[in-house]
């Protein structure tokens, strides 16, 4: 049974009912939360977007009325009429907002009645992912959920008032655009039109907005979906939403000072959060030497010190052979862990080996002296230097990797965020934001047997390093830059080469023939030559970004619909096979070798 | 030769500078829009985005700079270091907004030459829209395109601010989704991961909106691309950008009264316009009787006139047979245009030819009495009562179609809308807005010999017209409605299903097994399980409400990087073969039949 809206009106959100609206008639429109029935009356806790109100039936209400509260269950959809009453002493509940009052039924309708849920609707409820995905729409029914879709609403609200209001437009850019080989997997759209030729979905606006430049749009932005068709390790998102941002006549500088000052006033804005700015600035060389990684987490310490200069000479080979074979030694001081057990030990070992790490130094500072296997092969004065230039401590667990530098700081850099939860020395609560500047802008790939751009082919080279480009590309900085937050990068971009001498250059590095060049990215080139003014820009991955903020620990409880790691959306069961008329129109045919072709072929 | 930007910072917009400039040093960036050389000076009009300055380099700057100055061509960019100063008296430029001051240059530098681009970059210049889609980036420079992309800008920025303001939260709904049958063609794009299934680009995000109203979170819009494979007639591109917006516990007049209030704060927002509201509202039938069209341009009159009443007994067969067939007999009056030629009603009685009229009766009312070859079937009563119903006067012409409703309909509705361009009675600078509400729900699709959705198969019957659904269901009325600026549907939507038993016959009476309803729409149909709330709302075109707002002729003035009509992008040449590589990675094969293949089978 359910009954009309008809000439009902909405008066009051449930969660917006208080003390002050006592002695008011409201109508109240929302699910059943829970239903108690206690010495003859029910109570019905009412929730909309809002929040919960409790919704009181006496059997004074009548019994045709007080028969049809009785077959009410959860997740029904009521409209209420009703008086605000205090509640009585006693009965007043402080953990809720509206607990101070009741709303006291005089009237009442079930607009919808609801089968039992697969899972009951409260944020405290675990339920396994595919369920809730399944039912997304129940799901989303949940308080926490909504509050992310609320924050991420107010968040990207922000960011444009934020453009809007420092000369920014927001331009829209093509969904259906051309595929462009560079970069990832392209999602691919068969045109009908055009027989045999397709669309590919935005990996990002980049040429786009560059092209805007090139227009004199001067300013633009735009918050825009895109489309990476990877395998989903991690949590990424076959569409996910970046923000997108492009300046004329702008340097390095202009850009970061501008995106920073972004950054802090959504924090205001949304979370009431003073973010101080300018951001502290770390290159990559530093970034890399001090953290091991080109996004360092510096919520803590834990830095990564280089002990090459101390253990140079020493006896035991380990160290000074890697050394000399143009490798590192470096070490993590592990405040506070010389207590820790073999089998501590052992599991860091094992944990460092994941990142190519072939062994795992220790040195433990007792209050009873050094203990360490490699101690004996260190004169007295060496082993002091190194436990000095370690800051060590009694107490203290100094952990040295030897290796090539990639190897050490990779194995290093994820010992040090390993460490750093073990120790619990990472604040939830805290948002760490830097920039890392002066990345490499070109990073030689071994597979390809040719050099990448580190970023993509359009980032500028540092202007005096322009030179190194045909003699020594890897020494060529770009003029690039990431925004990191604990330890996330969230942002990146560069200014951009603004000149076709640069741009064929860059392409020929990348290893590009003339024709390649031109067939790829051709129209990119021609716009080249028609008076192109400096620019740059970045682009902000929006569901990371939000995610950090509400503090979820995976981007689908920032998005509304999302898809799981196998790319489906449980809900809708996309993607899923279509008819044969649709393929024909599309002068297309699933092409599926037979699983036994391979024997036979 | 081009240099670096390098330590120079712009100071100001070329176009924001006036008087209060005066004796201020400026550093202007922007494109050479016209250069001329004048006494030994060089003037440059200077171009941004904000506006154009005339820049003056004088012999005193130097044999170096001058000369460098001589060398800037068209569409140079340049910064320029120079003072603001007054322009000497009798040279003025009051069309100009900059027009006092010149900027009397002391420093510059070529940031980038250009070469001669395809056509000079000014509105007033016709250029071929091929040449302009495909150097894209050069007709953006002109500045009405920037402007209707500020327009843009600022109209989809007022609309979120609008709803953001009243409780909507906008939420992002997935592109890669599932491809339902009813509706338009989708555009599909294949899956990777999951052999032989596609997903399909959203045609509108109708069910993800009902299912957030399910959700509850109460109000939802979006500003979202949506797409249609459809064949390109008119003016309408596959991509388009949609304002989707959904509401919970409404009836009808909620969401009418939202939506004006938001087109009345937009216009007042960006064109600095007052909009009446609340707005007209015109019923379907009414709207159809007395403009025949269900969109009616209501800026002028020259409404269709019924005079089945006077003409039924009279012994012209044309009128009295149409009339006992069921048929139709209406009028127009073409206000003073007795004076019109034979070739005149020729060619407009061949215009309602387009639309299946088989002829048109003609009144002439000169000075010198009646002119009609069918006024002599009628009596004279008759002609009179005629006239008094047309409200003819001396120099009026009385112009008649008789035939089925649908005929009469389409045809007075073009000539209505033809006569009025000829007269010129259409203000250009009115925007008359209006609601047609009550449409029909279901029309009878004589190809497929089923009914179809007026709107979609979500919207709701009138409550009192449900019964009708299984006994007579043409004449069921929608709680749909339609928003419609100067004879342009610009918004459309409907109060939606909410119970699962009137979805189902819904979709019953659309001729749907209960095992294809299942299959195209099972997951919607059991979210109705779980207590969906009354909902409802509406989409409006932003493409046409920007056209008509810039007042262009075509949406591709208010896109950026639109489509030709064959959904060709002229710059980046998309659509385009792809490698057999990501064919063979999506599992599937082009499949073009060869030309002689139809001789051959």
């Known amino acids: 049974m359910s009954e009309s809206i008809q000439s009902l009106k909405r008066s009051h959100y449930c969660g917006h009912l208080n003390k002050t609206h006592i002695g008011q008639k409201v109508t109240l429109m929302g699910w059943v939360n829970k239903r108690r029935d206690h010495g003859g009356v029910i109570f019905i806790d009412l929730r909309d977007r809002e929040g919960i109100v409790q919704v009181v039936f006496n059997p004074e209400i009548g019994v045709e009325l007080f028969g049809k509260a009785e077959s009410v269950r959860n997740e029904y959809v009521l409209a209420v009429v009703g008086n605000v009453v205090p509640r009585p002493e006693g009965t007043v509940n402080p953990s809720l907002a509206t607990g101070e009052i009741d709303v006291l039924v005089k009237d009442f309708r079930i607009l919808n009645p609801a089968k039992t849920p697969p899972f009951y609707i409260a944020d405290e409820v675990l339920v396994d992912e595919t369920i809730r995905l399944k039912y997304r729409y129940l799901d989303l029914r949940r308080p ?169 000479n020493v006896e035991f080979k380990v160290f000074s052979q890697v050394l000399q074979n143009g490798g590192q030694v470096k070490g993590i001081n592990a405040k506070g862990c010389a207590h820790y057990s073999r089998k501590d030990l052992d599991d860091l070992t094992k944990f460092v080996g994941i990142y190519g790490a072939k062994g795992l130094a220790y040195i433990l500072l007792t209050e009873e002296g050094v203990k360490s296997p490699i101690a004996k092969f260190f004169k007295e004065e060496e082993l002091a230097a190194i ?106 971009g560069s200014i951009r080469i603004h000149r076709r001498a640069i741009q064929e250059l860059m392409f020929k590095t990348l290893g590009f023939s003339k024709e390649e060049a031109q067939d790829k990215f051709g129209f990119l080139l021609d716009a080249f030559e028609y008076g192109v003014p400096p ?21 689908r409880d920032v998005i509304a619909f999302p898809k799981t790691q196998s790319a489906m959306d449980l809900m809708t069961q996309a993607p899923s096979p279509v008819s044969p008329k649709q393929l024909k129109e599309l002068h297309i045919k699933v092409n599926i070798p037979e699983k036994n072709s391979l024997n036979q072929g």
């Open 144 to 312: 926490e959920m909504q509050q992310a879709l609320i924050l991420r609403h107010k968040t990207v609200k922000a960011i444009r008032d934020y453009f809007s209001d420092h000369g920014f437009i927001e331009v829209e850019t093509p969904m259906l655009t051309k595929s462009t080989p560079e970069g990832a997997r392209d999602y691919l759209v068969p045109s009908r039109i055009h027989k045999g030729e397709f669309y590919a979905l935005p990996q990002s606006p980049q040429i786009f907005k560059q092209l805007l430049m090139v227009s004199g749009l001067d300013k633009y932005f735009q918050v825009v979906r895109c489309f990476r068709d990877e395998d989903l390790r991690a949590d990424r998102q076959p569409e996910f939403t970046q923000l997108d941002v492009e300046m004329s006549f702008v340097q390095r500088d202009d850009v970061l000072t501008i995106m920073e000052e972004m950054i802090a006033f959504i924090f205001q804005k949304t979370l009431g959060m003073e973010i101080k700015t300018p951001l502290p600035r770390l290159t990559y060389a530093e970034a890399m030497d001090r953290f091991g990684v080109d996004k360092p987490d510096m919520r803590f310490g834990l830095e990564l010190v280089n002990v090459g200069e101390e253990v140079k």
């Open 535 to 555: 620019h740059g820009g970045i682009a902000f991955g929006i569901d990371r970004l939000i995610m950090l903020m509400a503090k979820k620990n995976t981007i």
């Open 387 to 492: 436990i000095n230039k370690m800051q060590g401590e009694p107490g203290d667990l100094l952990l040295f990797v030897a290796d090539e530098p990639a190897v050490v700081a990779a194995s290093l850099g994820h010992l040090r965020l390993e460490l750093a939860r073990r120790l619990n020395l990472i604040n939830p609560d805290e948002y760490n934001f830097l920039w890392v500047v002066d990345f490499p802008l070109l990073e030689y790939d071994k597979e390809e047997g040719r050099y990448v751009a580190m970023h993509h082919p359009f980032t500028s080279p540092v202007e005096e390093d322009i030179p190194l480009m045909e003699t020594d590309p890897g020494k060529v900085r770009a003029q690039a830059y990431d925004m990191v937050l604990n330890g996330i990068e969230i942002g990146g």
